[in-house]
T-cell receptor
Framework: DVKVTQSSRYLVKRTGEKVFLECVQD?????MFWYRQDPGLGLRLIYF???????EKGDIPEGYSVSREKKERFSLILESASTNQTSMYLC??????????????FGPGTRLTVL | DQQVKQNSPSLSVQEGRISILNCDYT??????FLWYKKYPAEGPTFLIS?????DKNEDGRFTVFLNKSAKHLSLHIVPSQPGDSAVYFC???????????????FGTGTKLQVIP
């Protein structure tokens, strides 16, 4: 069973703080993703990584950075948190092999509130 | 620019009836489509998918239909059950290069409520 875990379910931070969101997957997947989910906007891709130390910007990378030092771990970093980064953050992983592995497996999400 | 659109933010259906969730896309390069289901306080889970070479895929109570000429797909749930109440996201993707990493574009979601 694929498992994607996220370090926190709920997080409250203050404006200007540096925030780290951690994600770990146990399926040896090459691809990992960070999304944010906001009402009326669906899931929007922030960054993704297709290999260790590789990263690519998604649709809304501004204000975020990522780190992938190990295959199983993908971190999202908010360098200086702002109130408009209050959101649900979802991590996902997938295998690049075509066929039944096309789907992404998601973690439970981190609800981040920036005050 | 929203390339994958779910124009109905919510849908209510009686238990036992058919639920039809719709999705439209604009990018003709998309070649694989997926539906995910999301319960509150959980991450989305994969439900069913369809390749652009097919027009229908069925899995139990769930069927996805693809109309490429109209750039439209739909998810049919028959019969609907109260446990199907969730937010459903349509998603689309295409291969960007031979490396195989797959950027997926999600729709905005439709909240389905199945009334007992």
């Amino acid at each position: 069973d694929v498992k994607v875990t996220q370090s926190s379910r709920y997080l409250v931070k203050r404006t200007g703080e540096k925030v780290f969101l951690e994600c770990v997957q146990d399926m040896d997947h090459e691809n990992m993703f960070w999304y944010r989910q906001d009402p009326g906007l669906g899931l929007r891709l922030i960054y993704f990584s297709y290999d260790v130390k590789m990263k690519e910007k998604g649709d809304i990378p501004e204000g975020y950075s990522v780190s992938r030092e190990k295959k199983e771990r993908f971190s999202l970093i908010l360098e200086s948190a702002s109130t408009n980064q209050t959101s649900m953050y979802l991590c996902a992983s997938s295998s690049p092999i075509p066929g039944k592995y096309n789907e992404q497996f998601f973690g439970p999400g981190t609800r981040l509130t920036v005050l | 620019d929203q390339q994958v659109k779910q124009n109905s933010p919510s849908l209510s259906v009686q238990e036992g009836r058919i639920s039809i969730l719709n999705c439209d896309y604009t990018n003709s390069m998309f070649d694989y489509f997926l539906w995910y289901k999301k319960y509150p306080a959980e991450g989305p889970t994969f439900l069913i998918s369809i390749s652009s070479i097919k027009d229908k895929n069925e899995d139990g109570r769930f069927t996805v239909f693809l109309n490429k000429s109209a750039k439209h797909l739909s998810l049919h749930i028959v019969p609907s059950q109260p446990g199907d109440s969730a937010v459903y996201f349509c998603a689309a993707k295409f291969r960007r290069n031979s490396g195989g990493y797959q950027k997926v574009t999600f729709g905005t979601g439709t909240k389905l409520q199945v009334i007992p």
